[in-house]
C-alpha cells in the first residue's frame, strides 16, 4: 500500500543530480514510491538553482555530469552560510570516485553509493539520511558521541536494517549499514570503526577477502579493529583459517539480543587480542 500524505508539506524532498536521464529517472520513480517528493537536476547550473530557492531533505549527487563535476555542487552546498541546505545531507553516488577528488570532498559528503547500485540500497539510504541532519557544514554543530560505531555488512538489506534499528536504539552502539564489498571498502578507507559486523559471503564472495586486506595493511584506519563474522556455516576449517584475524563468529539466523554482549567483548579487548 502506498502512503497517502495530506499535502506535499508531510513529504520529505530529494533532488537527484544525474545526467543519465533513464536513472534519474528510474531513481525518482522509486522514491516516489516509497513516499518521497522529487525533483531532478542534470547539469550543475541547475542543481544549484534548485538549493538556492528550496529546502532539500536529501541531496544525492552523481560526480560525473557531462564535462562537469558535482564536487561544484557540494562546495555551494557546504560553504554557502546562508544557503537553505547547507545542513542538508549530501550522498554521493559514483561509479569512478577517484581517491584525488574524494579527498576534495570527504569532509563535506555524509556517505556515497556506488554505481551500479541496486534500487534497494538507495531507498535504505535515502530512509536513512532524510531522517536527520548533516554535521558537515560550516560552523555546524559536531555532537560528541561517545557510542561505538559498528560496520554491518551484509547482502541480506532486511537483515542490515534489522541489525541496526536494534543497535540504533541502544545508547552504546552507532550502527552504519553497507550492502556489497565496493561500498565496504570505501566506508572503511574513510572512517575508523570501533567493530566490524560482516556476514561469511557478500553476493557470493567470501568475507575473507575484507579481512586479510585490513591485517595486512598496517596503515589502514581498520587496521586493528575488532571483527565479527555471520554465518549459518560454522566449520572447524573456516574458524582456523581466520582465528588470528577476527575476535569472534555468531551463527545465523542471528539473534538480536546476543550481539550486544559479542559486541561489547570484541571492543573491550581488542587491544589484547591484536
Known amino acids: 500500500m502506498k502512503p497517502v500524505f495530506k499535502n506535499n508539506l508531510d513529504r520529505k524532498s530529494i533532488l537527484i543530480v544525474e545526467d543519465d536521464h533513464e536513472l534519474a529517472a528510474n531513481a525518482s520513480e522509486i522514491l516516489a514510491g516509497a513516499g518521497y517528493m522529487t ?9 544549484i538553482k534548485k538549493l538556492e530557492n528550496q529546502k532539500f531533505h536529501l541531496v544525492i ?31 554521493v553516488c559514483s561509479g569512478q ?11 563535506f559528503i555524509d556517505d556515497v553509493i556506488i554505481k551500479p547500485f ?26 560528541n558521541d561517545h557510542r561505538s560505531s559498528v560496520l554491518v555488512i551484509d547482502d541480506n538489506a532486511e537483515l542490515v536494517d534489522n541489525i541496526c534499528s536494534y543497535l ?13 564489498l565496493p561500498d565496504t571498502h570505501l566506508k572503511l578507507s574513510r572512517q575508523k570503526f570501533d567493530c566490524i559486523l560482516i556476514d561469511r559471503h557478500i553476493r557470493q564472495k567470501q568475507c575473507t577477502e575484507v579481512i586479510k586486506s ?13 571483527v565479527i563474522i555471520m554465518t549459518g556455516d560454522l566449520s572447524d576449517e573456516f574458524v582456523n583459517l581466520l582465528r588470528d584475524d577476527v575476535q569472534g563468529f555468531i551463527r545465523k539466523p542471528v539473534v538480536l539480543k546476543e550481539l550486544a554482549n559479542v559486541l561489547n567483548f570484541a571492543i573491550n579487548t581488542a587491544g589484547r587480542s591484536l
Open 39 to 47: 525533483l531532478i537536476a542534470d547539469n550543475v547550473q541547475d542543481a
Open 61 to 91: 549527487i552523481d560526480m560525473h555530469l557531462g564535462g562537469q563535476t558535482g564536487e561544484r555542487i557540494i562546495h555551494v552546498i557546504r560553504k554557502d552560510l546562508c544557503g537553505l541546505n547547507i545542513k542538508t545531507p549530501v550522498l
Open 97 to 107: 570516485l577517484k581517491p584525488k577528488m574524494f579527498e576534495n570532498i570527504k569532509n
Open 118 to 143: 541496486k534500487m534497494d540500497d538507495l531507498l535504505e539510504k535515502s530512509r536513512r539520511w532524510t531522517q536527520t541532519m548533516s554535521n558537515k557544514g560550516p560552523g555546524a554543530k559536531i555532537v
Open 168 to 180: 540504533g536504539s541502544d545508547v552504546s552502539f552507532l550502527p552504519v549499514p553497507s550492502f556489497n
Open 214 to 226: 585490513l591485517r595486512t595493511d598496517v596503515s589502514a584506519p581498520n587496521n586493528k579493529t575488532p
